[in-house]
T-cell receptor, first 111, second 112 residues
Framework: EADIYQTPRYLVIGTGKKITLECSQT?????MYWYQQDPGMELHLIHY???????EKGDLSSESTVSRIRTEHFPLTLESARPSHTSQYLC??????????FGPGTRLTVT | AQSVSQHNHHVILSEAASLELGCNYS??????LFWYVQYPGQHLQLLLK??????LVKGIKGFEAEFIKSKFSFNLRKPSVQWSDTAEYFC??????????FGTGTRLQVFP
């Protein structure tokens, strides 16, 4: 059983608000990822990190930012939320084999 | 660029029917292959994986997948589905980039 946590699970906020989606893992994995997933669609990688102080943008352009100050923590921040940011955000971590473990996701609605 | 194709977007079956979900990838080098499942309201879980060795791999809940290198395929199978198998199934490939590339997913509905 993977131990990866995301909070909040659901969030409804107004346009222009700043939000941070939290992600933590207790497995000591160096690699962590953020994906965006719309209903019935594939996962799109928006950010990843291969270790502390290492962050990269993924394939899907995103207005969000991430930080990796501690191995276990990989928060995602939206400085000014817009309705186009409405989606599900999935956090994952992986060991060296590439097998990824996923959190439960945060379903974000921007009104 | 690597890509993963899942040709079946929506599959509807009756209980006890056999299941095969197609997955093809485009990458000529060594790959690690995965099937993930997402049950309604739950997080993505690993169903099975292939790294090397026997191309027929067995996963949880009676699922299996066969890696056919010549066809760039990694199809998922189950001889007899149950209502509880209703879920979204994602094929994923980890090739030279080190990233997991996901397919668009297949929604499986199983009716009693």
């Amino acid at each position: 059983e993977a131990d990866i946590y995301q909070t909040p699970r659901y969030l409804v906020i107004g346009t222009g608000k700043k939000i941070t989606l939290e992600c933590s893992q207790t497995m000591g994995h160096d690699k962590m990822y953020w994906y965006q997933q719309d209903p019935g669609m594939e996962l799109h990688l928006i950010h990843y990190s291969y270790g502390v102080n290492s962050t990269e943008k993924g394939d899907l352009s995103s207005e969000s930012t991430v930080s990796r100050i501690r191995t276990e923590h990989f928060p995602l921040t939206l400085e000014s939320a817009r309705p186009s940011h409405t989606s599900q955000y999935l956090c994952a971590s992986s060991e060296f084999t590439g097998e990824q473990y996923f959190g439960p996701g945060t379903r974000l609605t921007v009104t | 660029a690597q890509s993963v194709s899942q040709h079946n977007h929506h599959v509807i079956l009756s209980e006890a029917a056999s299941l095969e979900l197609g997955c093809n990838y485009s990458y000529g080098g060594t790959v690690n292959l995965f099937w993930y499942v997402q049950y309604p309201g739950q997080h993505l879980q690993l169903l099975l994986k292939y790294f090397s060795g026997d191309p027929l791999v067995k996963g949880i809940k009676g699922f299996e997948a066969e890696f056919i290198k010549s066809k760039f395929s990694f199809n998922l199978r189950k001889p007899s589905v149950q209502w509880s198998d209703t879920a979204e199934y994602f094929c994923a490939v980890n090739g030279g980039s080190g990233q997991l590339i996901f397919g668009t997913g297949t929604r499986l509905q199983v009716f009693p």
